[in-house]
């Protein structure tokens, strides 16, 4: 069993930065896969980016890229998601998720992924 609680959410103009943080508890949490989801208002849960268990490999929804940076510290249980030049468009509430299976590849998919976060609220003002 995992548990996962982030942090870092906010309020922020537009073109600001905010890094957003997940915890894991559990020893191993190394070995899975995260991933970075958003729900805005109404809307349906969306993939972010999500990160391998090594680190050593990344994958970002199109209207992130080049913006938003997965990473992670294994050594510390945390995954974060480096978030600049933000936009209204991303309000959302941001949930952290892991792939429970272990040592497997990375997904944009919810259905891969077996633990989620609470969620932590991100609102971008114009």
């Known amino acids: 069993q995992v548990q996962l609680v982030e942090s870092g959410g906010g309020l922020v103009q537009a073109g600001g930065s905010l890094r957003l943080s997940c915890a894991a508890s559990g020893r191993t949490f190394s070995i899975y896969a995260m991933g970075w989801f958003r729900q805005a208002p109404g809307k349906e849960r969306v993939f972010v980016a999500a990160i391998r268990w090594s680190g050593d490999s990344t994958y970002y929804a199109d209207s992130v890229k080049g913006r938003f940076t997965i990473s992670r510290d294994n050594a510390k249980n945390t995954v974060y998601l480096q978030m600049n030049s933000l936009e209204p468009e991303d309000t959302a509430v941001y949930y952290c998720?892991?792939?429970?299976?272990?040592?497997?590849?990375?997904?944009?998919?919810?259905?891969?992924?077996?633990?989620w976060g609470q969620g932590t609220q991100v609102t971008v003002s114009s």
């Open positions: 998720a892991a792939d429970g299976r272990g040592y497997g590849g990375i997904s944009s998919y919810t259905s891969r992924y077996d633990y």
